[in-house]
């Protein structure tokens, strides 16, 4: 399959940014329709992208034969059912994280994909960031020998609305997820145990609608490996993602890339740019190599680089989280789920 027709559902933050991305930075892709339940809202993704065909029911583009595959980013309630509707229309799914906040519906989603035979790529974009794939590309070669700590800071600029809060399904499985993924991406290796702090310090508001703000994830690896994931939503000088390996030949470490590489001083300091805002700015590029990704899987028809047992497994980690920081103990993760290939 040489050109890959895509329909788009949900433009919202990040649907935008794929539409923009699928319309123009991925060769092989066309960007053949745009859904939204908020027409004003497709229509102006539509019209920014030259996409001709807008609508506001999605199984209006499954109907299509000429559709190849579908780029799912409405609200993560909506996954499941699309997700399942679009592979018993045989559609290819690209899907953005979480896949689910519920395990059950999860694994319905991931039989449903694997009765249709179709492709399911899940959106942990962060696995496509040139300087975090370095670093797990170093690990994985030997050189710095077997990894003993995994280190990874993950702390927003500001925390999101207490509306998006409520519904998220909570900081670890709405923030720490991408963490939870790298921690398995980074060393290639699967956690068997972790313990969860988690603090309210940056908006009561927070508390009250029974989430955290802060937290500190330990994580213990099969075959030994340690892990840290410290997570803030609010670090005044803005998005900081950091990622670091130790291993016993060496470490590997990806710092934050600055906007440009200016310095200056005065007689009190030396000055740089400050970070960039969020995760639009910087994980652009990510963004669009995996929906490179995505249309090379199919065209060349390959396992997606990130599947659905990816999905799940970071899902898992964040329930063991939650039920973590609870219980005020180590939990197992197979205390929380039967593990999954
Ligand atoms: N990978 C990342 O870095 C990243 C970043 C942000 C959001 N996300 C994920 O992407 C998803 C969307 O997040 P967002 O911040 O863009 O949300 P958003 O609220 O800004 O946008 C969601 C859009 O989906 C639309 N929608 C809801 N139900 C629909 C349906 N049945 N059919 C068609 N459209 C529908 C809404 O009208 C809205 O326009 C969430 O699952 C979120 O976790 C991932």
């Known amino acids: 399959m040489n050109q890959v027709n895509i329909a788009l559902i949900g433009t919202g933050r990040i649907g935008r940014l794929h539409a923009r991305n699928l319309a123009y930075r991925v060769p092989g892709a066309r960007l053949l329709a745009i859904v939204d339940v908020l027409p004003d809202a497709a229509q102006a993704c539509a019209s920014e992208t030259q996409v001709g065909e807008v609508c506001s029911d999605y199984r209006a583009v499954l109907e299509r034969r000429d559709v190849d595959a579908v780029a799912i980013c409405a609200s993560t309630n909506m996954h499941a059912r699309i997700v399942q509707d679009a592979a018993a229309a045989g559609k290819h799914i690209f899907c953005e994280k979480p896949l689910d906040l519920d395990l059950g519906r999860i694994d319905a989603m991931l039989a449903a994909v694997h009765r249709a035979g179709v492709k399911l790529q899940v959106g942990f974009n962060r696995r496509f960031d040139v300087h975090f794939r370095r670093v797990r590309d170093i690990v994985a070669s030997g050189e710095i020998g077997v990894p003993h700590v995994v280190r990874i800071c993950s702390r927003d600029p500001a925390p999101p609305p207490l509306a998006y809060i409520k519904v998220s399904g909570g900081l670890f499985l709405d923030q720490t997820i991408h963490d939870f993924d790298m921690a398995r991406f980074v060393i290639g290796r699967e956690v068997r145990e972790l313990y969860a702090a988690g603090e309210v310090l940056v908006d009561p508001a927070i508390g009250e ?133």
């Open 209 to 341: 609608a029974g989430d955290v703000d802060t937290a500190v994830v330990t994580l213990r690896y099969d075959g030994g490996a340690i892990g840290c994931i410290d997570n803030s939503r609010k670090a005044v000088y803005g998005y900081d993602q950091r990622l670091e390996v130790f291993g016993s030949r060496g470490v590997a470490s990806a710092a934050n890339p600055r906007p440009d590489t200016a310095e200056w001083s005065t007689a009190d300091a030396v000055h740089s740019s400050m970070l960039g805002f969020f995760f639009i700015e910087r994980y652009t590029d990510s963004y669009i190599a995996e929906m490179r990704a995505f249309v090379e899987c199919i065209q060349q028809d390959k396992p997606p680089e990130v599947g659905g047992a990816d999905g799940r497994a970071a899902v898992v980690l964040g329930y063991a989280a939650k039920k973590s920081l609870a219980e005020n103990r180590p939990v197992r993760l197979e205390e929380v789920a039967t593990p999954k290939e």
